[in-house]
């Protein structure tokens, strides 16, 4: 059934902004119909004007602030309002935090698991200083109306670019290493993508580096297998950036919201970098995944453990372990550790990890949480934690009723969507008690927030 408002598309409205919804949009009413509210803030009025009617809800674009939060700074980005990377540049750092915790109970208001109201919600660990923590980029290339090479994210909801020479969240290492690409595909004329005739070659520009060890790798990600004067650009990059040691190609013609594809070919120096994380080293390639935020990734996997508490003669299930992070990370404080991914390449890593440590309790098996877990549990083996690290699509259902059907002590639960974590808790609080929820800001600026959820077995008559 629609619901007809009071409300018509291009009116403009004055209303209060009562809080900020999981998006970091402003949430005001007006004439009992909730509006959105781009960029508005708590405790302020503005004046906006509706851009979308929804059934439920419209949408509104800021116009003026006529009362400005205490809270309001000015965001030092200068794309800010058109890039649409960041979400929370304009409030304070400290109630960004704030913001987070706020989400995650959000998440729980709307999804209702069990007892909900009277879980322990921890204030969000952020970072001491929120910027320049990004160690990987990938900015699409596209000439401009003058023909001059820019590098750039698209505008929100669109695909016009916007030109960046300094994003403020990536680590300065790899601005500089895009600039000056930039710079080289310019001077030697290479070819750059064309979105709307679908011609060219260059489209995206990716450039990770490994913090641990300052090594950088550049990925051209091109529209064809050709890269026209491929060995004057490695000649340049070798002459002005000693820091890249790894230069990739990548395939990618396709039209698809995919970045990369499924061809990658090695132009020059390593095939992957090397970085750390703790006790772990990691060889990362062109496609391999690795967090974007490795100061708070540790902070992370820190607050797992210490959910998880492992002692000595204990049995841990890492599931969706990837290349083993969360699970090798514990291995040497108990008897044994299993994990399970569906990518072979991060088992082959996981696996390499573990001998690197010299690790010899640990077992990685290719497959499915939902299908590994039942037939270990019903094999015999009994673990004593398991911790979950999955996608932001939350736990398969499947999954979720093997560890209701095979309870374990302790079940630690990383997140990074509460909306999906609150939906699979509904299930889980039927045979867990949440202990506690610890979010976790990895990504300062925006409106994304990780949680680690530490549940324990329910007793009888609990």
């Excluded at 509210?37 to 004046?47: D, I, K």
């Excluded at 929120?130 to 695909?159: E, T």
Aim: aromatic residues 6%; contains cysteine; charged residues 25%.
């Amino acid at each position: 059934m629609e619901i007809k408002h009071k409300i018509k598309k291009g009116q403009t409205i004055t209303l209060p902004i009562k809080r900020l919804g999981i998006n970091g949009e402003g949430i005001g009413y007006f004439k009992k119909t909730i509006v959105f509210v781009p960029g508005a803030l708590p405790t302020e009025t503005v004046t906006a004007k509706v851009t979308e009617i929804a059934p439920r809800f419209v949408e509104a674009e800021l116009v003026k602030i006529n009362t400005l939060a205490k809270d309001r700074i000015e965001p030092p980005c200068d794309v800010y309002d058109e890039c649409g990377g960041c979400q929370l540049q304009h409030l304070a750092y400290d109630s960004q935090l704030a913001f987070k915790t706020d989400v995650v109970k959000q998440a729980m208001a709307k999804y209702k698991p069990e007892n909900f109201e009277s879980y322990s919600y921890k204030p969000t660990i952020g970072m001491e200083n929120p910027w320049r923590y990004r160690n990987k980029l990938q900015f699409q290339i596209r000439k401009n109306k003058a023909d001059k090479v820019q590098a750039g994210l698209y505008k929100a909801d669109s695909h016009d670019l916007i030109a960046i020479d300094d994003c403020l969240v990536q680590q300065p290492a790899t601005m500089t290493v895009l600039n000056t690409i930039v710079s080289l595909l310019e001077e030697y004329g290479v070819p750059i993508y064309d979105e709307k005739n679908n011609s060219g070659i260059v489209k995206t520009i990716m450039v990770r580096e490994g913090l641990a060890t300052g090594e950088v790798q550049v990925v051209f990600i091109t529209n064809s297998p050709k890269l026209p004067k491929k060995q004057a650009l490695i000649a340049a990059i070798q002459e002005q950036l000693p820091q890249v040691v790894s230069v990739m190609q990548n395939i990618q013609n396709k039209k698809t919201s995919l970045v990369m594809g499924d061809e990658t070919v090695h132009l020059w120096g390593k095939e992957s970098i090397e970085e750390h994380l703790e006790d772990l080293v990691f060889d990362l390639s062109a496609r391999a995944f690795f967090q974007l935020n490795p100061e708070q990734t540790a902070l992370l996997y820190r607050e797992a453990r210490k959910a998880l508490n492992p002692q000595p003669n204990q049995k841990i299930i890492d599931a969706y372990c990837g290349v083993g992070t969360i699970g090798l990370s514990v291995a040497k404080n108990v008897k044994e550790v299993r994990g399970m991914d569906t990518i072979p390449a991060a088992i082959d890593d996981a696996k390499l990890n573990a001998e690197r440590l010299g690790l010899k309790n640990t077992r990685y098996e290719v497959g499915t949480a939902e299908e590994l877990l039942p037939s270990w549990l019903r094999s015999g083996f009994k673990p004593d934690g398991i911790v979950v690290d999955p996608p932001r699509t939350g736990l398969d259902h499947d999954l979720i009723n093997a560890l209701i059907t095979y309870p374990t002590e302790t079940l630690v639960y990383v997140s990074c969507n509460p909306s999906t974590l609150a939906r699979d808790l509904v299930k889980l609080s039927q045979r867990y008690q949440v202990e506690y929820l610890q979010s976790v800001d990895m990504f300062p600026q925006t409106a994304r927030a990780e949680v680690v959820a530490k549940l324990v077995l329910k007793r009888k008559g609990s």
